[in-house]
Structure formats: structure tokens, C-alpha cells
């Protein structure tokens, strides 16, 4: 059955927060949170400059630099489309508001989130990149794009395959190792977020060390997140196995494919940050990530519920 005007919409929405984090994290490795000085212009103005000589009176050109503020100000255009989608999404949501309630009641919720997440992006900036409200506005889009996933998951609910056969006691092993994946990823965010936020107190200091001492100057936190790292792995391991080898459903199976294949693909990611001198790429590619991971568990949590 082809999809009606709100699940393309939601879906095309729930792509772009990912694509925003993405966009995020390329702002953050360029170290260009402050290109764009003022909020919500950029210098003054709604289009931002190319080069210092047309900067608007009142600005510091040596503040400037074309790539850092075009970077933060492409960040501001993808959130400003993300806030229409969710606006549209929201509007699109009423159609629900008798058969499946929770679908409008959700997408006025990512409504709610994704204007104070508009007001608290100008926050950060007006507060010189404060490393408290970082955190908060990185993990008010991770909760946007769980919300947003709920609502499509369900109003897309009667359109998908969830068929599949489990004994009680497979299901509760599955659901409740699914669920603990989902919590220790939650808790191994947060102290990747602790990581962060000591990062950028070593890189804005007033002698900032080489690049490749970053991580070596972080001490315990590091040490427990890249500990912590081997519980998810042990955790996505056996839900690898009773997902492949424990099911006959195709999609189960995927799902936990899917999830041990990106705890992999984070846990080689982080081993890099540390063994390389943290590539920009790399811390890109990381948050990105653990987005995606968080995703995928949030969804798989939902499938075997919904029975």
C-alpha cells in the first residue's frame, strides 16, 4: 500500500534530524560553532557574507571566516527546514486524531521540542558555545528524532509485517536484553557527552595542546566511557544471537544485524579518536552513529512490544 501525505512527510523528517546531528557534528569538528556570531542573522544579516570586506559595520573582521560561518549557517538552514517538516507533520497529524490519537499527540510534542530546541540553539550562541547547553541541544535532538520515530512507527503500524512467532520465554529474554541495550546506549551517550564537554574546556584554554593530547588529557571519564564500550558490545553480541539464532523473523534478525553492526562500527570509530589524534572525520562519523544506534534499538524496543 503506498504511503499517505503524513508518513512521507514524518519519514522525509525523522531522515533530516539525523542529517541535522550529521550537520551538527561537521559544525563542531570545524570548530565553527561560532561562525555565525548573533542569532538568528548571521553579521547582521539573514545571508551571511563571502568575504570580510562586506561585513556590515559593527563587526570585528578578523571574527570572520568565510568556511566557519558558512558551515554554521548551512547548520541553521537545515534546522529551519526541520522545524517546517515538523510544522507540516504536526498539521498532517489531526487525520489521526480519532483512530490512533498517540500519533497527533506525539507529533504536537516534536512540535513543542522543536521550538524550544530553536530558542535554546540561540541560547548557545549568545552564551559563547556554553558546554552545559551543547549537551542539552544535541540530546533535545536525539529526542525529537525518537518522538518523531514513535509517531511514524504508530501511524505506519498497520502497513508493516510484524508477524512472528516467539515463545514467551524467548520473548522476554528478547525484549528485556533490547531494553537494556537501549538503556546502556543512553547512559554511554551521556558519558560521551562528559567526553565532549572536557574536550572543549582543554581546546578553548588559553594554551591549547596539540590536537592528538586531547583525549590523553581527559582522565577518568575517558577511561570509564571506553570501558563501558565492551558491556554494549557483550549486549549487541547476544542480541545478535537470539535475533538470528533464536527467531525465524526476517525482520528481527535485520534489526539485530543492524545494531551490532553499528556498536561495531562506534566502538572502531572511538578506538580511532583515541589511537589517531581524534581525525575530524572520525568525531563526525561518531556522533552520527550513535544517533543511528539509538534509532535502530528505539525501533526494535517498539516492534516487540507492539504484540
Given at each position: 500500500m503506498p504511503l499517505n501525505t503524513y508518513q512521507k512527510t514524518a519519514l522525509t523528517t525523522v531522515g533530516a534530524v539525523i542529517f541535522l546531528i550529521f550537520v551538527g557534528g561537521l559544525v563542531r569538528a570545524a570548530g565553527a560553532g561560532?561562525?555565525?556570531?548573533d542569532w538568528p542573522k548571521c553579521f547582521g544579516v539573514w545571508i551571511p557574507p563571502t568575504s570580510a570586506a562586506e561585513l556590515p559595520a559593527g563587526f570585528d573582521a578578523t571574527e570572520f571566516n568565510v568556511w566557519k560561518t558558512w558551515t554554521e549557517y548551512v547548520n541553521r538552514l537545515v534546522g529551519v527546514v526541520i522545524g517546517l517538516l515538523i510544522t507540516a507533520t504536526f498539521l498532517l497529524s489531526f487525520r489521526y486524531r480519532r483512530e490512533k490519537p498517540a500519533v497527533l499527540w506525539s507529533s504536537a510534542a516534536a512540535f513543542v521540542l522543536v521550538l524550544v530546541q530553536g530558542w535554546l540553539g540561540?541560547?548557545?550562541?549568545?552564551t559563547g558555545l556554553d558546554e552545559w547547553l551543547i549537551t542539552l541541544h544535541m540530546m533535545l535532538a536525539m529526542l525529537i528524532m525518537l518522538v518523531l520515530i514513535y509517531a511514524v512507527f504508530r501511524a505506519m503500524g498497520d502497513r508493516l509485517d510484524f508477524s512472528f512467532e516467539l515463545s514467551t520465554s524467548t520473548w522476554?529474554?528478547?525484549?528485556g536484553i533490547s531494553l537494556a541495550v537501549l538503556l546502556l546506549t543512553a547512559f554511554q551517550l551521556v558519558l560521551g557527552t562528559q567526553v565532549r564537554e572536557a574536550v572543549d574546556v582543554i581546546k578553548n584554554a588559553e594554551m591549547v595542546p596539540p590536537r592528538g593530547e586531547w583525549i590523553s588529557m581527559i582522565g577518568t571519564v575517558d577511561e570509564i566511557h571506553r570501558t563501558f564500550s565492551w558491556t554494549l558490545f557483550l549486549g549487541g553480541g547476544y542480541l545478535f544471537w537470539l535475533t538470528g539464532w533464536k527467531t525465524s523473523s526476517r525482520l528481527l534478525s535485520r534489526l539485530g544485524m543492524a545494531i551490532f553492526g553499528v556498536i561495531l562500527m562506534q566502538i572502531a570509530l572511538g578506538a580511532g579518536l583515541y589511537y589517531l589524534g581524534m581525525p575530524p572525520a572520525f568525531q563526525v562519523l561518531h556522533l552520527t552513529g550513535i544517533a543511528i544506534m539509538v534509532a535502530l534499538e528505539f525501533l526494535l524496543v517498539m516492534v516487540l512490544k507492539l504484540p
Open positions: 561560532l561562525g555565525c556570531p540561540g541560547r548557545v550562541v549568545e522476554r529474554r528478547l525484549y
